[in-house]
């Protein structure tokens, strides 16, 4: 387990389902934690269960809250997960969007060099790099405190790969906590603060005896 913090933004105490776990760690404010490990590891059934989307044992507390106490969409409003391929339900990115979210939106459009016009376009004629780095600014929108993602930049080209990194780093430096599954040791190396690797649906911290 990571060092237990004094006051960790994300305390997780054996997490588990039939299917993964128990998992236990802390992250605070501001930082980032990798994931790596081989395809079907469990990687996303944990990033699944921090949020809350399929069904676990065990504790979680935001800012010291226990997520027993919270509603579900409480939770998972703060607790945001952005998996591989995010789902879209209307015709445009745009339309996903709350009036009150349009001025963020617009300044993080050109971090990530997409286009205002985008917002117009029919979601199926963005390209998947496009609907990816569309997806990463439909998480930040809703200003979470947590961040899940699920190899965020698969999808992306260097130059893309680069800015998404830019815009994470600025956002944990704003104090956002991150929990990054990515396939890319730069990338881990880049962000992370604290690097496991899952094995077998078990979490193992980077350099530790298997
Ligand atoms: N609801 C489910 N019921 C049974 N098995 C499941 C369920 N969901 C996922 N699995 C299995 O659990 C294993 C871990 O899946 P998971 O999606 O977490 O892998 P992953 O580490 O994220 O892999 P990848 O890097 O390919 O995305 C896989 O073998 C998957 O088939």
């Keep these: 387990?990571?060092?237990?913090?004094?006051?960790?933004?994300?305390?997780?105490?054996?997490?588990?389902?039939?299917?993964?776990?128990?998992?236990?760690?802390?992250?605070?404010?501001?930082?980032?934690?990798?994931?790596?490990?081989?395809?079907?590891?469990?990687?996303?059934?944990?990033?699944?269960?921090?949020?809350?989307?399929?069904?676990?044992?065990?504790?979680?507390?935001?800012?010291?809250?226990?997520r027993a106490g919270m509603s579900a969409?409480?939770?998972?409003?703060a607790v945001v997960y952005q998996p591989a391929e995010a789902a879209w339900w209307l015709p445009t990115a745009g339309q996903?969007?709350?009036?009150?979210?349009?001025?963020?939106?617009?300044?993080?459009?050109?971090?990530?060099?997409?286009?205002?016009?985008?917002?117009?376009?029919?979601?199926g004629r963005l390209s998947t790099g496009e609907r990816q780095r569309m997806a990463l600014i439909r998480s930040l929108a809703c200003k979470p405190q947590v961040l899940l993602l699920d190899e965020p930049t698969a999808a992306l080209d260097p130059a893309a790969v680069a800015a998404t990194e830019r815009l994470l780093k600025k956002e944990l430096a704003a104090g956002l906590s991150i929990v990054l599954v990515t396939h890319s040791e730069s990338q881990a190396q880049t962000l992370g603060h604290h690097a496991m690797t899952m094995r077998d649906r078990r979490l193992v911290e980077n350099g530790a005896a298997q």
């Design 96 to 123: 996903h969007f709350k009036p009150e979210q349009m001025e963020r939106v617009r300044e993080l459009l050109p971090q990530l060099n997409l286009s205002p016009a985008l917002l117009e376009s029919d979601i």
């Design 1 to 66: 387990m990571l060092q237990p913090s004094v006051n960790p933004r994300l305390r997780i105490r054996n997490l588990q389902s039939p299917l993964a776990g128990p998992f236990s760690f802390d992250l605070e404010a501001g930082q980032c934690l990798t994931i790596s490990g081989p395809s079907g590891a469990g990687k996303s059934l944990l990033l699944r269960m921090l949020c809350d989307l399929d069904p676990n044992t065990g504790e979680a507390l935001l800012d010291g809250q226990p």
């Design 73 to 77: 969409p409480a939770w998972r409003a």
